[in-house]
Structure formats: C-alpha cells, structure tokens
C-alpha cells in the first residue's frame, strides 16, 4: 500500500514557467512533509519542508502549499530555469524518522 | 566537514558473488538508511537502523545483509541471493525527521 502518491511522473515547462508537482497522503500521523531534489547520478537533497500546522512556505523560488484536510501537499517552483531540471521527491515522516517517499517526478525546463 | 561517504562510487560483481557497500557518516546521527533506486524509479527501502546494533527491514530486505557496529558505520552487503541487484544504492542518516543523503553507490552485475 502506497503512503504517499505522487503527480505527474515528468514534467516540461519553458524557462520562467511554473512547475507544479501535487503529492497526497493517507497516514494522518505524518507530522512532516519534506521535499527534495536529485540531478543525475547524486544522491537527494533537502530542498523545502513543511508542518502541517502551516498551510504555506516559501523559501526563494520553491514553494510548498499544505492542505491537512485534503491530505494533499504540493511544490511550485517560480520563475524555472533550465539548472532546475532534476528528478523531485516528496516525503513524509513521523517523528520516527523514518521516511516513506512518492515515486518521483522529472522535471525538464526547456531554455 | 560533515556529510556522509559512500564508497565505491562504482562497483562491479560477478554473478554469485557477495558485495558490501560502505556508508559513513560523521553528523552524529544515530538513524540510518539503505535504499535501492532503479532508472526512473523511486527510493525503496532495504534496511535502517535507529541505534548501534540493532536494524530493521525495510520494503525489499531479501537477499540484502546490514550491521550496525559503530554509530558513525552502516555497512550493505548485497549478497548472491538478491535476483536483480544492478541498482543505484543510497545511503541516509538522519536525525528527527531530515534525511542526509550520500552520493551513491552504482552497483553492476556483469
């Protein structure tokens, strides 16, 4: 059973659009709810994380929008430039630690 | 400076033979993780262990072996009972809930 599913699987925009990339889950006691990006053959980093006891964080361009009722989460990027283009993950985890992953989405932003 | 290192970064196996992947990590967590990504696929988890000497099983921990020994070690051994094991091997730590990733292990069965 798959704890969190993510949307689309790619992704292309042009320069300067905005790539929106949805995740939703099921486990209700998820208390956070990272992202994280990964260029070719490196290992993920952390790019944005938020609470669900705030609806919204924006940290320069990335931005994560939270919906608790919805249960749904999501990542907009601003102003994409081609160095965005990458593989993104979102996450979500407990105070366990432990963290349970959607599938991934690859990002191209066309010059 | 602190982070984690996995070595090697490329590694090749003969059929039927066992592999051990290193990880280590110097940030002083005491959460770590083993995952497997295949091309255009997501992060599935093998193994973590949240204390020295002590590990569970992840999602697909069959024909995969870890220890736990020092705080700072995660060790990965693929052995031949794993069918498919050409993969694309992270390693994590974390503390809390924020996972460090290492740079990888690219693991090949020729």
């Known amino acids: 059973q798959q704890q969190v599913k993510q949307s689309p699987q790619s992704l292309i925009v042009q320069k300067g659009g905005i790539p929106i990339i949805n995740c939703a889950y099921e486990?209700?006691?998820?208390?956070?709810f990272p992202w994280y990006q990964q260029f070719p053959g490196k290992g993920p980093a952390l790019l944005i994380a938020?609470?669900?006891?705030?609806s919204e964080k924006k940290e320069g361009r990335f931005t994560i929008s939270f919906n608790k009722s919805a249960k749904q989460f999501s990542l907009h990027i601003m102003d994409s430039q081609p160095g965005d283009s990458a593989t993104y993950f979102c996450?979500?985890?407990?105070?366990?630690?432990?963290?349970?992953f959607g599938d991934g989405t690859t990002l191209t932003v066309k010059p | 400076d602190g982070g984690i290192t996995q070595s090697p970064k490329y590694l090749f196996r003969k059929e039927g033979q066992n592999v051990t992947l290193s990880c280590e990590q110097n940030?002083?967590?005491?959460?770590m993780y083993w995952y497997r990504q295949d091309p255009g696929q997501g992060l599935r988890l093998i193994y973590y262990?949240?204390?020295?000497?002590?590990?569970q099983k992840g999602d697909i921990a069959e024909g995969y072996s870890v220890s736990r020994e020092k705080k700072e070690s995660f060790p990965l051994t693929v052995t031949s009972a794993q069918k498919n094991p050409t993969a694309f091997y992270l390693c994590?730590?974390?503390?809390?809930?924020?996972?460090?990733f290492g740079p990888g292990t690219r693991l090949t069965v020729l």
């Open positions: 486990n209700t006691a998820f208390d956070y």
């Open positions: 938020i609470r669900p006891d705030v």
């Open positions: 996450a979500a985890s407990t105070n366990a630690g432990k963290s349970t």
């Open positions: 994590a730590s974390s503390t809390y809930n924020e996972q460090f």
């Open positions: 262990s949240q204390i020295v000497n002590d590990f």
């Open positions: 940030l002083n967590h005491d959460a």
